[in-house]
């Protein structure tokens, strides 16, 4: 959201110039980023931009919260499936992002990665950061505290495995961006699959 005072942002200009600021930001790294290099994105006047936002820290921070936002959008579960299904929809989502149309899903993740990498300069961001983060575990530990609820999960600690589950795709992303390891998505994955995910389920051999 815009500085408080200043007006109101339409919502498609907000849209039109939060995905500039995702896509100027993977391009240019957060150190290196400017709030020209966003109008080159946008498209439209950078006064339209000074308008609404002040500076490049506010804008920053208006993008962190919508891409956290669109995110928490992308990975919702429904109850109209049982919590295998939803903690596999969880997991899928995460890895190769959720089906939204015009999602880039690792232009996300990356922008999302150098913006922790800089947070902990910015108190503001470590707090929607960390605000994001126990959400999101949180959903998972619902998911996993349905499944024992009705016998298919083991009776574990609930936060304990969403922690570790986390951790693996967490790592995974990291390797992916940071260091171009192609594979690091599916050995994730195989991780979770045959040691993790086996000792979750009522059958120690996960069948």
Same mark, same amino acid.
């Given at each position: 959201?815009?500085?408080?005072? /200043?007006?109101?942002?339409?919502?498609?200009?907000?849209?039109?110039?939060?995905?500039?600021? &995702?896509? *100027?930001?993977? %391009?240019? =790294?957060?150190?290196?980023?400017? !709030?020209?290099?966003?109008?080159?994105?946008? =498209?439209?006047?950078?006064?339209?931009?000074?308008?609404?936002? $002040?500076?490049?820290?506010?804008?920053?921070? &208006?993008?962190?919260?919508?891409?956290?936002?669109?995110?928490?959008?992308?990975? &919702?579960?429904?109850?109209?499936? @049982?919590?295998?299904?939803?903690?596999?929809?969880?997991?899928?989502?995460?890895?190769? =992002?959720? $089906?939204?149309?015009?999602? +880039?899903?690792?232009?996300?993740?990356?922008?999302?990665?150098?913006?922790?990498?800089? *947070?902990?300069?910015?108190?503001?961001?470590?707090?929607?950061?960390?605000?994001?983060?126990?959400?999101? /575990?949180?959903?998972?530990?619902?998911?996993?505290?349905?499944?024992? $609820?009705?016998?298919?999960?083991?009776? !574990?600690?609930?936060?304990?495995?969403?922690?570790?589950?986390?951790?693996?795709?967490?790592?995974?992303?990291?390797?992916? !961006?940071?260091? =171009?390891? @192609? %594979?690091?998505?599916?050995?994730?994955? %195989?991780?979770?699959?045959? !040691?993790?995910?086996?000792?979750?389920?009522? +059958?120690?051999?996960?069948?």
């Amino acid at each position: 959201m815009p500085t408080t005072g /200043r007006p109101e942002i339409p919502e498609e200009t907000y849209e039109d110039l939060m995905q500039a600021t &995702a896509r *100027a930001l993977c %391009e240019h =790294g957060y150190t290196r980023l400017r !709030v020209r290099d966003i109008d080159e994105y946008f =498209g439209k006047s950078r006064q339209l931009i000074n308008h609404y936002y $002040d500076g490049k820290e506010d804008l920053i921070e &208006a993008v962190l919260q919508y891409l956290l936002e669109e995110y928490e959008r992308g990975i &919702a579960v429904g109850d109209d499936v @049982d919590p295998e299904q939803q903690l596999d929809s969880y997991i899928r989502q995460f890895f190769h =992002g959720p $089906d939204i149309e015009n999602f +880039d899903h690792w232009a996300f993740v990356t922008a999302l990665i150098e913006l922790r990498s800089q *947070a902990q300069h910015y108190p503001r961001h470590q707090e929607l950061l960390l605000e994001n983060y126990y959400h999101l /575990r949180g959903i998972l530990v619902a998911i996993i505290e349905r499944g024992i $609820d009705e016998g298919e999960f083991r009776a !574990v600690d609930a936060a304990t495995f969403a922690t570790a589950i986390n951790a693996v795709i967490s790592t995974s992303r990291m390797r992916k !961006v940071c260091l =171009g390891d @192609d %594979e690091a998505i599916e050995s994730g994955r %195989e991780v979770l699959d045959t !040691v993790i995910l086996p000792q979750l389920r009522t +059958d120690p051999d996960g069948d």
